[in-house]
């Protein structure tokens, strides 16, 4: 006799598990809309693989991937199962819940549970390397401090490497550069041609030194599942299902990849959200995702949205393609706040300011959300791109001054996530190791430096933070006392410091505005902030045609419109908007007629 479970969300902890608000999960709205979506994540968690599942945002996709994971695959010869994700702290979500739920078993071999680029770095890639050829994964070339250099000097990791998949060949994204290394190769008297092939050769060079990148990793991978048999058998006999979240956010090697583990018969799950596509940087298209989508056969659509109210769900839908209506919002009925709209203006380098007041746009925000009962700390502040946001620790472009002396201010704020203080770290370590053994190779990784060097590289690394926490506020003198601190720095073992090798020069750099440093709000660029959700969101539009490109522009074609898509999603209450005042009458008609409730503010 089969036992069926009560159906889990009767309570606020199973609610908050598939994907409702904490502070809500005490309520239960028995709604169509809530019963819908109940029914829909039962389904995706349920159907048998192939499968797409198309999922709005706030769909409780990790509480339906994981859920679907704890069932156990059907097929008892393959035990395994990988979840996939593209970030590291997806997958660490995904292993908490799994230890949550008493499943420690389901984390462990022959499980799989990590990145995209680890899972084929770790399954695809390494098991096949030739014993005689050691590869180091690294996350970008930077790590290695790869330079493409002629008549200019270019970071190789301001060129993006793509794969044709008709042809197999590689190229590089000419668009895609930064607008400062444009700038660079227009002035330089080589021309582009020379310059692609001068960084496909400073590629093969660090190759040949053993270090690749995920975008190379990715082409051995096709390589060897090309071999046939020998590399896709142990796939199919430890892997009954391969589970990928957020596969709008692949690429279309990414894609690839996934259709040839497809068609050697190991049953895929491709979760995505196409409306969120917004890394055409990484080379991500929506014409190949749909192909692989309706080769799957099967799609489960996920329009329950269990994050946002139902004036964010509409908003959403005024800026997603296929005049789809908008999202079911599953929070129970409400008083909530309007979407508000903010005439500002966007001066170049300055504060974007709130036309009425006269007062910093990021202030009027946080006043409206403040009386909608939403404090400062639960706000996000968001843009296409970081100009008009405050500066909130970024890593500054530069020379060595300015780049050491942000470092310090990372080191020294208290508020810098781990990845910004490890970044810190290494940059003072690099201008160590230089300063201190000025005779070992100034290339490679710090790790590859130390080795050379013949010290450990925690202990570099540490001297590094010692190092940084120890320097001065900026002044007009800063570089003769970072020197001077250089010089008096406690040496290494084996240091034989030369003059002016490693040491500083040039004017010391000017003070950096800190007032976003303390900011208790979230600001970030939209890619950034992609996987958040906050009460409140404002988001930034500075752009002239913000207006027509809303009301009549194809999200299709139009990353914009996809990203501004994506800060709208992050809002759970209140979504404001800051545009050029110009651009607020016609946007404020064409929400009101799809039954946005608007507010002028």
Known sequence: ??????????????????????????????TTAFEQAVAAQDQAITAKAPLFVRACPGAGKTYVIVSRHLRGPAVTLRRGRALLSFTRAAATQMRRRCHRDGRPDATAF???????????????????????????????????????????????????????????????RQDLLAQEHTLLINGSNYGWDRWAQEAFTVRNAHYQDGYITGHESRLLALKYLADGESVTGPLRSRFAEIVVDEAQDCSVTDLEIMTALHRVGIPLVI???????????RNAELGVLRPLAAE?????????????????????????????????????????????????????????????????????????????????????????????????????SGNKATMLAHARHVVRSGTADEAL????????????????????????????????????????????????????????????????ELKNAPQPPGARPSRGTGRLSGKSPTPRAADAATASFRCDNIHQVKGDEHPAVMLLIPDNDASSRWINGDPDTDESLRGWYVAVTRAQRLITIAVQPEQIEALTEFLTARRVATLIG
């Not at 300011?353 to 925000?365: A, E, L, N, Y």
């Open 1 to 30: 006799m089969r036992v069926r479970r009560a159906r889990q969300p009767c309570g606020r902890y199973s609610l908050h598990r598939r994907g409702f608000p904490s502070d809500l999960a005490n309520e239960r709205p028995m």
């Open 110 to 172: 022959p499980h799989y549970i990590g990145t995209l680029d680890a899972f084929i770095w770790d399954a695809l890639v390494t098991p096949n390397l030739p014993s005689n050829q050691p590869l180091q994964l690294i996350d970008s070339w930077d790590r290695v401090q790869a330079e493409v250099k002629l008549d200019r000097q270019i970071p190789l990791n301001g060129f993006t490497f793509v794969r044709d998949p008709r042809t197999g060949q590689e190229s590089i």
């Open 271 to 281: 979760v995505a959200d196409p409306d969120q596509m917004i890394y055409n940087w």
């Open 296 to 396: 799957l056969g099967q799609t489960v659509e996920l329009a329950g949205n269990w994050r946002s109210s139902r004036t964010v769900c509409q908003a959403a839908a005024t800026l997603r393609s296929g005049a789809r209506p908008p999202d079911s919002a599953v929070r129970p009925p409400q008083l909530e706040p309007p979407l508000i709209l903010l005439p500002t203006r966007f001066p170049r380098g300055g504060t974007a300011k709130h036309v009425q007041s006269g007062r910093p746009v990021i202030d009027v925000f946080l006043d409206h959300a403040q009386a909608n009962g939403i404090e400062a700390a639960d706000c996000l502040i968001t843009a296409h791109s970081r100009t008009y946001l405050p500066t909130k620790n970024r890593r500054p």
């Open 421 to 484: 203080v490890d970044d810190a770290c290494r940059l003072a370590a690099r201008m160590l190791l230089r300063y201190w053994y000025p005779d070992t190779p100034a290339r490679g990784s710090v790790e590859a430096r130390c080795t050379a060097a013949g010290v450990e590289f925690t202990g570099i690394i540490r001297r590094a933070y010692r190092f940084l926490y120890g320097l001065p506020e900026l002044h007009a003198g800063w570089i003769a006392d970072v020197n001077a």
